[in-house]
């Protein structure tokens, strides 16, 4: 197959979403598919929307993939007949987002516009599906097909997991892009003038949003967190992995996650998690299984958790145990991946 894929700005942008888009490319190109990368310029949504007024599909494709992300960029490209099949990638819609409601209404408006102008849907999770067919008038082609969660190899060991359960303090971590979405504030809010003995390494970027970046750490300055509050940066993957391998609890009590690959992950290493009831945390988190779920924005309900699991080492192993568990029966990727590319050549096939 001779495959377009088109994204906004790199390929090996640092987030789930692109990870999962960067293994997907892997995987195509290992079966011997050729795939091009089509990138469109980072700018505002303003401007993006700019771009339906030149912006024009790829030629000699057999099909195209577009990340829904850019789905302000391509609704004029879309419109009409295709030579091929578009199929459009989706991770979460920008309207499920935490913001006020008439701002949700208007990205509403047009992400309808661009769902209607494709063919068929990949989508990560199955949140994500519902949401996008409420807003459908007709079902379209599609595929559920859950990130890959293995990057870090096997899981820790039951006894590694037992042993690193009673050390102190807690070590906690936040592993996601320093914005607000993630929800880094419900954090830090939860553990100012909390009692136990706690610490916390933070790691993603924080030029996403340098606004909000600078004040989470102006925040833990002026509230003398310092001292148990450490910013890293976005990590490589071994840094990264150490951090995650000496962690008791990964925290991202996000506004909205699409799927959450983070939980997942953190799994990997036997780390309880703890998201929100927002998107689809639920479909990964097991409630007072492998981690909690709380209401978005919730500091006083995060730090009664995190006091619990800090003071009942017992109830931390329990959790991490049943993390490892969950982690060790997901699908390897290159099984989710090729349900993807049978889809694709399906949609090909019925397209000619």
């Not at 906690?172 to 003038?193: C, D, P, Q, S, Y």
Request: aromatic share 8%; charged share 20%.
């Amino acid at each position: 197959m001779k495959i377009g894929f088109l994204i906004y700005g790199a390929l090996d942008t640092l987030s789930g979403g692109y990870m999962y888009d960067r293994k997907l490319v892997e995987y195509l190109r290992a079966q011997g598919d050729t795939v091009e990368i089509i990138s469109l310029p980072w700018r505002n949504y303003a401007a993006h929307l700019t771009d339906n007024l030149s912006f024009k599909l790829p030629a000699n494709l057999d099909i195209l993939i577009q990340d829904e992300l850019n789905h302000p960029s391509l609704i004029g490209a879309n419109r009409g007949n295709h030579p091929y099949p578009i199929i459009s990638l989706v991770h979460h819609l920008r309207c499920s987002e935490l913001r006020p409601q008439w701002q949700n209404d208007l990205y509403r408006i047009v992400e309808k516009k661009y769902l209607h102008s494709v063919d068929g849907f990949i989508f990560n999770s199955k949140t994500t599906q519902a949401v996008v067919n409420s807003l459908l008038k007709n079902p379209k082609p599609e595929v559920v097909a859950y990130p890959p969660t293995d990057r870090f190899g096997e899981a820790l060991t039951e006894e590694e997991i037992k042993t690193r359960a009673a050390q102190d303090p807690l070590k906690i971590v936040f592993l996601g892009n320093v914005m607000e979405r993630k929800g880094l504030h419900t954090l830090l809010n939860a553990l100012n003038g909390l009692q136990s003995e706690v610490s916390l390494d933070v790691i993603g970027s924080l030029t996403v949003e340098p606004d909000y970046a600078k004040q989470m750490q102006n925040f833990v300055t002026v509230n003398d967190l310092s001292s148990i509050v450490t910013f890293h940066g976005a990590l490589n993957n071994e840094p990264l992995k150490q951090k995650l391998q000496q962690a008791h609890l990964l925290i991202v009590p996000s506004s909205y996650e699409g799927f959450g690959i983070v939980y997942l992950e953190g799994m990997c290493f036997g780390l309880p998690a703890i998201g929100t009831t927002a998107g689809a945390a639920g479909e990964v988190i097991e409630h007072e299984k492998t981690g909690y779920l709380i209401e978005p924005n919730d500091p006083k309900q995060l730090a009664a958790h995190i006091s619990q699991l800090a003071s009942d080492r017992s109830l931390l192993t329990e959790l991490s145990l049943h993390a490892r568990t969950h982690y060790t029966q997901q699908p390897a990727w290159n099984e989710t991946a090729e349900h993807i590319r049978i889809f694709l050549q399906t949609m090909i096939n019925h397209h000619e």
